[in-house]
T-cell receptor, first 114, second 115 residues
Framework: GENVEQHPSTLSVQEGDSAVIKCTYSDSASNYFPWYKQELGKGPQLIIDIRSNVGEKKDQRIAVTLNKTAKHFSLHITETQPEDSAVYFCAASFDPGGGNKLTFGTGTQLKVEL | DTGVSQDPRHKITKRGQNVTFRCDPISEHNRLYWYRQTLGQGPEFLTYFQNEAQLEKSRLLSDRFSAERPKGSFSTLEIQRTEQGDSAMYLC?????????????FGPGTRLTVL
């Protein structure tokens, strides 16, 4: 089955700096890669996703890049703000079209310091 | 608020008791997923439904666990004879089956504590 590794487990940045979280996956058939943000006591919230036919996707301060050959994908947050502090999870899935189970990484605790 | 609701939000039970959780997905979503999340880990897939059909179950889902989605709307997850190792956050997610989309929206979870 799919295995997703995520690094780093904790990340501390100064407000306004950029943050990068990296994930690798094992199953070359995986073609859908979402990123979730989870705040304390809440369920994961989808923040951005990317499919294997695209190398990069951007949404305001958040971007995701995908390297299918290396089986790497990364989350980039620019101009970090205190409200970005949370746990971030990457996930991977083989989606034939319409949905399938997600395999998650172990999470990155991001702390944005003033 | 994603529109996925779960009840109860917290459940404390004694070892050996049965518990049941409910998930109400976003109304037009025909796929419903259950995941389990332990402290410091990412969610782990348990099972999922398309409408009322249960399409896949993880090996994590022992025979003490059963899930239903009788009318293709809300779902229930029952754990019989709970064990301390069942203590976790149980998350429900839903998605709309349509070509090219797999966005899963999660509910707030039910936190189970088995004493």
């Amino acid at each position: 089955g799919e295995n997703v590794e995520q690094h780093p487990s904790t990340l501390s940045v100064q407000e306004g700096d950029s943050a990068v979280i990296k994930c690798t996956y094992s199953d070359s058939a995986s073609n859908y890669f979402p990123w979730y943000k989870q705040e304390l006591g809440k369920g994961p919230q989808l923040i951005i996703d990317i499919r294997s036919n695209v190398g990069e996707k951007k949404d305001q301060r958040i971007a995701v890049t995908l390297n299918k050959t290396a089986k790497h994908f990364s989350l980039h947050i620019t101009e970090t703000q205190p409200e970005d502090s949370a746990v971030y999870f990457c996930a991977a899935s083989f989606d034939p079209g319409g949905g399938n189970k997600l395999t998650f990484g172990t999470g990155t605790q991001l702390k944005v310091e003033l | 608020d994603t529109g996925v609701s779960q009840d109860p939000r917290h459940k404390i039970t004694k070892r050996g008791q049965n518990v049941t959780f409910r998930c109400d997905p976003i109304s037009e979503h025909n796929r419903l997923y259950w995941y389990r999340q332990t402290l410091g880990q990412g969610p782990e897939f348990l099972t999922y439904f398309q409408n009322e059909a249960q399409l896949e179950k993880s090996r994590l889902l022992s025979d003490r666990f059963s899930a239903e989605r009788p009318k293709g709307s809300f779902s229930t997850l029952e754990i019989q004879r709970t064990e301390q190792g069942d203590s976790a956050m149980y998350l429900c997610a839903s998605s709309f089956l349509t070509s090219g989309r797999n966005e899963q929206f999660f509910g707030p979870g039910t936190r189970l504590t088995v004493l």
